[in-house]
T-cell receptor, first 113, second 113 residues
Framework: SQTIHQWPATLVQPVGSPLSLECTVEGTSNPNLYWYRQAAGRGLQLLFYSVGIGQISSEVPQNLSASRPQDRQFILSSKKLLLSDSGFYLC????????????FGEGSRLTVL | GDSVTQMEGPVTLSEEAFLTINCTYT??????LFWYVQYPGEGLQLLLKATKADDKGSNKGFEATYRKETTSFHLEKGSVQVSDSAVYFCALSDLPGANNLFFGTGTRLTVIP
């Protein structure tokens, strides 16, 4: 069966510090991968998606970046965090041809102070 | 463009009450429709789905019927439990493509004993 894991689950970082959130998928190959952000009291915002290794599409301009160094690994990064980057970050995957149904990770709560 | 509008929350109900969360959509084609649920502190998980008009998705006592004539996919449950307390997201997937899944803003449900 397929599983998705992301870490860390909770992160408290000062403004201006770097960020790295990691997500891995097991039990499937060549998935579409996604990073969403859920700000307090708001819905889901698609940040990045990837249809293959090294292929990243960004949905919104921001100081975050994403990378896909391996087929089932998706990394969300920032060189310098802003207060507005605080939120709940969700990694997800779907089968090709989708997105159709998304399968989400457990989420990572980031607080920038 | 495609979009989903769902009823604003929060919704507070007593245990065993009837639940309806409204969801309407706008789409250019013939979308698939989904309800996702997010329990406190967790990622989203698929609750139910419907892929064509008049289909009824059901799971865990929840159901929703794909109504093309009213462009709606309202979520219902006859008797809610405290364990149903969560945030519910309506979503649609229209054209093929990794970024073509659109979420509503979510409705928070609290069920009190």
């Amino acid at each position: 069966s397929q599983t998705i894991h992301q870490w860390p689950a909770t992160l408290v970082q000062p403004v201006g510090s770097p960020l790295s959130l990691e997500c891995t998928v097991e039990g499937t190959s060549n998935p579409n991968l996604y990073w969403y952000r859920q700000a307090a009291g708001r819905g889901l915002q698609l940040l990045f998606y990837s249809v293959g290794i090294g292929q990243i599409s960004s949905e919104v301009p921001q100081n975050l970046s994403a990378s896909r160094p391996q087929d089932r690994q998706f990394i969300l990064s920032s060189k310098k965090l802003l207060l507005s980057d605080s939120g709940f970050y969700l990694c997800a995957w779907s089968l090709k041809g989708g997105p159709g149904e998304l399968f989400f990770g457990e989420g990572s709560r980031l607080t920038v102070l | 463009g495609d979009s989903v509008t769902q009823m604003e929350g929060p919704v507070t109900l007593s245990e065993e009450a009837f639940l309806t969360i409204n969801c309407t959509y706008t789409a250019t084609g013939y979308p698939s429709l989904f309800w996702y649920v997010q329990y406190p502190g967790e990622g989203l998980q698929l609750l139910l789905k419907a892929t064509k008009a008049d289909d009824k998705g059901s799971n865990k006592g929840f159901e929703a019927t794909y109504r093309k004539e009213t462009t709606s996919f309202h979520l219902e449950k006859g008797s809610v439990q405290v364990s149903d307390s969560a945030v519910y997201f309506c979503a649609l997937s229209d054209l093929p493509g990794a970024n073509n899944l659109f979420f509503g803003t979510g409705t928070r449900l609290t069920v009190i004993p």
